[in-house]
């Protein structure tokens, strides 16, 4: 088999039409929701949707 590997979980997400599922540990230690669509940790992305300009506000 070539290409990456089967997220089972993805592809029954897939099936059932949900837009977000519960899938494996992203490399950043998230083990929590991902974007059906992307398979993208839903995290990492809020993350950095914030970016560093959030990260200040929080410390004033």
Do not use: F
Request: net charge positive.
């Amino acid at each position: 088999m070539k290409g990456r590997p089967i997220d089972r979980e993805r592809e029954a997400a897939r099936l059932l039409g949900v837009t977000r599922y519960v899938g494996p540990m992203c490399k950043r230690g998230h083990d929590g929701e991902r974007y059906t669509s992307t398979g993208a940790c839903c995290a990492c992305l809020n993350d950095r949707r914030k970016g560093p300009a959030h990260e200040t506000q929080i410390a004033r």
